[in-house]
């Protein structure tokens, strides 16, 4: 199957790339960009006039359910969002049922997302057994198998020696360990920033400083046992800091923030809307700032949905009672272009966000145009606005505080190893 | 911001908050409990305004004292009235909290009194029903206990009817109160000027300030020149460790002494939401003074709750 995709404007972060450029597709790769390579003849033309083309979206955090939770999403229903939102690649975390910590339940996951042939999925591992924050996993077993990485999800390890051993362990190996920040006693049974929503609300807080002492002591131990660290879904504008901090002395740490937080506050729980539960919790204003800023002058390193499908049910219940999470993926786009233009921030640097540098952080070869690479791809038109509703998303969960909105930026058609995986209906 | 709680036109829907209620309906519910006071004084202490409505007292939390109040308060307007006492333990075992709602709706309710352990769990179940039932919050949680606030704001203009002139302090566990957090917003929203809350740091929720309170960690100090002294009960229940070290020291810098209280103005009342930890925030010399009007708390409370319920009802103008 030979693809043309002509007259768009094509994004490529990774080659620095801004230009009106044709590209070309053969046996699922690039096999020219500008210039068609000798002999070349389409079996298929895609006219991306007016368009963008970039590489599929390669996305950090993305809950598919399974296995386990097949009520609140399929593999199925969710890697079609993935497509629909133009993710190519997607790192999925291991807080399933049972948990990703042996390497069969990995293989298992990665060869029923094979078949569906929509998104490339990049498991990672268990950082310990049962994420129960205890005993090392078989990291190198569950590389094997597929693992991008390991990370202990939601489930921050309380024993700081552990902590310490499994950063050391995952560095013998030079596994990245994805971390996202919290001191699980100032965070227990905290459901919002502790704050003035907070506390109006008289809900229980979850302080900044639960994230920031964290970064500050994972950041210590990175710099004894040398383990590369990626710090995800920062929240707080003292994790920007120290984590700019960290990077200006040379410690070798990456970072990203969810699509949530770089909108959202504490104040658009409103009045306990649960679709506002979040991990980690909504902060202030000023913490928003500073993450949009972080993205900006690249102290925060990618994007990404944390998408978290959940049912209904799990959501009509008081705001503390009802289970964390957001819809994310088919997001992703239109709220990174939202940032960038709210920013004055350029398409390609918004764009890195979401492909080329998520990409280096799991260490694949994804999230770039370059001839050779893998033709995954992402057509869109960053003008067309859309509503957020349950019917318009793909994905089996409905839940978003984004519900109801209009957003702008809209996949107009996702190519996954060459193939088109998704088409709007409009075309 | 859409405020859940009000109709359109800006009229009484449910009673969810005090937060978000505009000072004319607040007005108007301690003017229309004013009119009900007197119901209690009659040899028949009924009024046919809830004639033929059902009430539901839906407690989620246990409550002998509030439920009662709402229960006589209903009694009083002729409605019927049914008491559900869903206790967390059959909760946990599964049904949901709407599921039980949904059930009480089927029977054809009319309005429904809730608690619940969670904050917000008013708010969502007003999301949830139909148009013609009205919900009234008895308590979620840790935010809101709106009757509570009222009644005490009834009491405060029935013994200092110059609002616009007081200096009133909350003393105790702000952090765990959803009635100190009621009281808050109803003196603000009547114009009181002074509001002090006094308490460790440790019972008091980050930002309190923001509510528009002044903050004293010295009790002494906050009583100074007060002319109301709300008590807050420690919520001892809700206590997860490490806030107090003991009741005893509790009592000893923030329980509310005939000593402390001297440093108030000579006329202030005394109040407390009950029920009462006699020696630990509050001292029996000063609970069952000339000075505390804990009761008279009681007995307006019905009153404020039959107004409530009225209003709702679209029975009092």
Request: charged share 20%.
């Amino acid at each position: 199957m030979k693809i043309l995709i002509k007259n768009g404007r094509i994004i490529d972060p990774k080659n620095n790339i801004d230009a009106k450029q044709d590209l070309y597709i053969a046996a699922g790769q690039i096999v020219g960009i500008g210039e068609a390579p000798k002999g070349f003849s389409a079996n298929q033309t895609i006219d991306a006039t007016g368009l963008i083309v970039a590489p599929g979206f390669v996305d950090l955090c993305a809950r598919l359910r399974e296995p386990g939770d097949e009520y609140k999403a399929t593999l199925e229903s969710e890697l079609r969002a993935a497509s629909a939102g133009g993710v190519t690649s997607l790192s999925c975390p291991p807080d399933t049922d049972p948990v990703l910590d042996e390497p069969g339940l990995v293989e298992m996951l990665k060869l029923r997302a094979w078949r569906h042939n929509l998104a490339r999925i990049y498991p990672l591992g268990a950082l310990t057994q049962k994420l129960e924050g205890k005993a090392l996993t078989e990291m190198c077993e569950l590389t094997e198998a597929g693992c991008a990485g390991f990370t202990q999800a939601d489930h921050p390890i309380i024993d700081t020696q552990v902590l310490w051993r499994a950063l050391e362990y995952a560095a013998t190996f030079g596994y990245t360990v994805f971390l996202r920040p919290e001191e699980p006693f100032l965070a227990k049974d905290g459901v919002a920033h502790d704050g003035e929503v907070a506390g109006r609300l008289g809900l229980k807080g979850i302080p900044s400083a639960a994230e920031s002492l964290r970064i500050a002591a994972v950041l210590r131990i990175a710099q004894e046992t040398k383990a590369k660290i990626h710090f995800c879904r920062i929240s707080t504008a003292e994790g920007v800091a120290l984590i700019r901090e960290a990077k200006k002395n040379g410690i070798a740490i990456t970072a990203d923030v969810s699509i949530h937080h770089l909108h959202l506050t504490e104040h658009d729980i409103g009045y306990f809307d649960s679709n506002a539960n979040l991990k980690p919790p909504l902060r202030t204003l000023r913490d928003k700032d500073a993450l949009c800023l972080g993205v900006k002058d690249g102290t925060i390193d990618a994007i990404c949905s944390d998408h978290a499908p959940v049912d209904d049910d799990a959501k009509l219940l008081p705001f503390a009672e009802a289970e964390a999470g957001a819809t994310g993926l088919e997001l992703l786009l239109p709220l990174t272009l939202k940032w960038s233009s709210n920013h004055k921030a350029s398409l390609q640097n918004a764009i890195a966000k979401i492909t080329s540098e998520a990409a280096a952080i799991l260490g694949i070869n994804n999230g770039n145009l370059s001839v050779g690479a893998n033709a995954d791809i992402a057509i869109f038109d960053p003008e067309a606005a859309w509503q957020v509703t349950p019917t318009a998303l793909k994905s089996q969960g409905k839940n978003t505080p984004f519900i109801n909105m209009e957003l702008t930026g809209k996949v107009i058609y996702t190519l996954m190893n060459g193939q088109i995986t998704y088409q709007d209906k409009m075309k | 911001m859409y405020n859940p709680q009000l109709t359109s036109d800006g009229k009484l829907k449910h009673l969810l908050s005090i937060e978000g209620l505009p000072k004319k309906v607040l007005v108007q519910i301690l003017d229309t409990a004013e009119s009900f006071v007197s119901v209690a004084q009659r040899d028949v202490k009924k009024v046919p305004l809830l004639r033929g409505k059902t009430v539901c007292n839906i407690f989620f939390e246990n409550s002998t004292r509030t439920r009662t109040t709402f229960e006589i308060a209903a009694k009083r307007l002729s409605a019927d009235v049914i008491n559900l006492n869903v206790n967390t333990s059959s909760q946990s075992k599964g049904e949901a909290i709407l599921d039980t709602v949904n059930n009480l709706i089927a029977m054809h309710t009319d309005m429904f009194v809730v608690r619940h352990n969670q904050s917000g769990a008013a708010h969502l179940i007003a999301k949830h029903v139909p148009d013609n039932i009205s919900v009234v919050n008895a308590g979620d949680g840790r935010h809101s206990h709106p009757t509570q606030g009222l009644l005490d704001v009834f009491t405060i203009r029935k013994y200092k009817p110059e609002m616009h002139n007081l200096r009133v302090a909350l003393v105790g566990d702000v952090l765990h109160s959803r009635v100190a957090r009621s009281e808050i917003h109803a003196l603000t929203t009547l114009g009181v000027p002074e509001i002090r809350v006094i308490a460790p740091k440790t019972l008091l929720p980050n930002e309190v300030e923001k509510l528009g309170v002044h903050v004293f960690h010295d009790m002494k100090a906050g009583l100074k020149d007060v002319d109301v002294v709300m008590m807050l009960r420690l919520q001892s229940e809700r206590m997860s460790g490490a806030m107090l070290p003991s009741t005893q020291e509790f009592f000893k810098t923030y329980g509310l002494t005939p000593e402390k209280l001297a440093l108030a103005k000579p006329d202030a009342i005394v109040m407390h939401p009950g029920p009462m930890n006699r020696g630990v925030e509050i001292d029996s010399r000063v609970a069952d003074s000339g000075q505390a009007v804990i009761l008279p708390q009681v007995t307006y409370g019905i009153a404020i709750r039959m107004a409530v319920m009225a209003i709702l009802a679209g029975g009092a103008a």
